[in-house]
């Protein structure tokens, strides 16, 4: 079982619409989460962390954990062509302070 | 407020030779990872430090690689007699010594074997 799983996409949604982006990952002692956006050629870019169970919101992007599903997710409301990019999940592992990737979703935001 | 400084942002080196990639913290933090990234892949995990102690280096090559973080200095990756399965970008990021805290990335070096 692979440590951070993410859906590779693509992921397509017109502007203006809600994105969802979704990850699971496998250590349950897990403590931290974090999404990443990395635009083709570029390093990844930090946009949100979570902590605790709940929802988190920045803006126009909301953080979601639930960790007795093991599960986080990403929402980008109102879409927009700029947050074309490849969106990747990580995750701090209980046992050690691994920063764990996903391989990505890539996301495009269709004008 | 710089953020985290890597270098050299391009390095073209010969089958056999050693590259050296250079990773300088942010003000202030003192754990680095690096990560190695293939063209459309995703972020493969080498190796975790902190000064002068390596943390987890599951993710290390048995041979030809090495990292190190001095107590002066910047991080270092080595690759020693590099083939052309080395070339990829190479991405270091840094947090601070607090557990379980946010990680910020440099720019990369983007090392070619030719």
């Known amino acids: 079982q692979k440590e951070v799983e993410q859906n590779s996409g693509p992921l397509s949604v017109p502007e203006g619409a809600i994105a969802s982006l979704n990850c699971t990952y496998s250590d349950r002692g897990s403590q931290s989460f974090f999404w990443y956006r990395q635009y083709s050629g570029k390093s990844p870019e930090l946009i949100m962390f979570i902590y605790s169970n709940g929802d988190k919101e920045d803006g126009r992007f909301t953080a979601q954990l639930n960790k007795a599903s093991q599960y986080v997710s990403l929402l980008i409301r109102d879409s927009q062509p700029s947050d074309s990019a490849t969106y990747l999940c990580a995750v701090i592992g209980g046992s050690n302070y691994k920063l764990t990737f996903g391989k990505g979703t890539l996301l495009t935001v269709n004008p | 407020n710089a953020g985290v400084m890597q270098n050299p942002r391009h390095l073209v080196r010969r089958r056999g030779q050693e590259a050296r990639l250079r990773c300088s913290p942010m003000k202030g933090h003192s754990h680095v990872y690096w990560y190695r990234q293939l063209p459309e892949e995703g972020l493969k995990f080498m190796v975790y430090?902190?000064?002068?102690?390596?943390?987890?280096e599951s993710g290390m090559p048995k041979e030809r690689f090495s990292a190190e973080f001095p107590k002066e200095g910047p991080s270092i990756l080595r690759i020693q007699q590099v083939v052309r399965g080395d070339s990829a970008a190479y991405f270091c990021a840094s947090s601070p010594p607090a557990p379980n805290t946010e990680a910020f990335f440099g720019q990369g070096t983007r090392l070619t074997v030719v």
């Open positions: 430090l902190q000064k002068e102690n390596i943390i987890d």
